[in-house]
């Protein structure tokens, strides 16, 4: 099967340069006319933004810069606007732009704190938001967050950059929702790559191994008219995994042993991984628990 993009108009943040620029050129590749967002200067002129258009209109595609933070709202809606203005409607948002400030939780400034989820958590929303009513008018959209593996499992010195990058997971649970109705599709990307951000963290052969342009392909699949919705794909030198979460089935401790202690009395069977459930909204636990203890106490919930 093979994806064209042709006619339809995508935004990507943070574009300039790394994973956002080859997820630009990747989705223009396929057609599509692309708005390039990157930080700009005091002018809100990018230089990696237009030269990363430059690569486009020069390969015979059709492509804009917008050079403004994704963490000043006024500054997206004005993008949006020249979007509409230009091309008349929005199909694909890639919300990549991301920056890191690093320390340990200890040593950490809260203003630091506050930064990062600022582009990352607000940047998201802000872009995305924009997009909304637009992609819900037209009845289709196709809008990626860029999670990371820090935000699923961790990573020492990123408190600030994990708590950011897990809250576009769950900004995606709820739009996914909202959205499947307006046939709007809402995935998240967690890559590895070797880009500006990453240097000097791996090993060159690594570095070298894990190119953005490996890394795109899964943003286009993840963009394209037959995509998932509510995927977390992780993505990184042409090795393709998604990741989800399960939770356990649990146990009723109704009538008698709804205690602290009756919780560490039976941790193996709360903990134990068989039946282990994806569940599709928050929804389902609610249901699940009203279940468990209905049966120990031999309740007719009715329906
Ligand atoms: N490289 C990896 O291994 C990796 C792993 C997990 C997640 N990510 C995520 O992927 C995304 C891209 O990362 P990358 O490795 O290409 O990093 P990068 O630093 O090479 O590129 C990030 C780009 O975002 C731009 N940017 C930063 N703040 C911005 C803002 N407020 N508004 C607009 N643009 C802004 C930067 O100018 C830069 O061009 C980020 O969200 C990052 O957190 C990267």
């Not at 809260?110 to 009513?133: P, Q, S, Y």
């Not at 928050?282 to 468990?292: D, H, N, R, S």
Request: with cysteine.
């Amino acid at each position: 099967m093979s994806i064209s993009m042709d006619g339809q108009v995508a935004i990507v943040t943070g574009a300039g340069r790394g994973l956002g620029r080859s997820h630009a050129l990747a989705l223009a590749a396929r057609g599509a006319k692309l708005v390039v967002n990157d930080l700009g200067d005091e002018n809100s002129v990018s230089e990696n933004a237009n030269a990363v258009v430059a690569e486009i209109v020069a390969a015979g595609g059709e492509a804009i810069a917008h050079g403004v933070s994704v963490a000043d709202n006024a500054q997206v809606e004005d993008m949006v606007a020249k979007t509409m203005e230009k091309w008349g409607r929005v199909d694909i948002l890639i919300n990549n732009a991301g920056i890191l400030r690093d320390k340990t939780f200890q040593k950490m400034a809260l203003d630091d704190f506050r930064l990062v989820i600022e582009v990352h958590l607000m940047g998201t929303v802000n872009c995305t938001k924009a997009v909304w009513d637009i992609m819900r008018e037209q009845q289709y959209g196709r809008v990626v967050f860029t999670t990371s593996s820090t935000g699923l499992y961790g990573n020492f010195g990123q408190a600030n950059y994990g708590a950011a990058k897990m809250a576009v997971v769950g900004l995606m649970n709820t739009l996914h929702l909202e959205g499947s109705k307006y046939n709007i599709r809402v995935n998240c990307l967690a890559p590895a790559a070797g880009t500006a951000m990453t240097d000097g963290l791996m090993p060159q052969a690594v570095f070298d191994l894990l190119t953005p342009e490996s890394v795109s392909p899964g943003v286009v699949f993840l963009a394209s008219e037959n995509a998932p919705s509510r995927a977390i794909l992780c993505a990184g030198g042409g090795s393709f995994a998604v990741h989800k979460s399960f939770e356990t089935q649990g146990i009723s401790l109704l009538p008698d042993n709804v205690t602290a202690e009756g919780i560490a009395d039976a941790w193996d069977a709360i903990s134990n991984e068989d039946g282990m459930q994806d569940l599709q909204a928050g929804f389902e636990q609610t249901t699940k628990f009203a279940k468990l203890g209905a049966a120990k106490m031999g309740i007719d919930l009715g329906g």
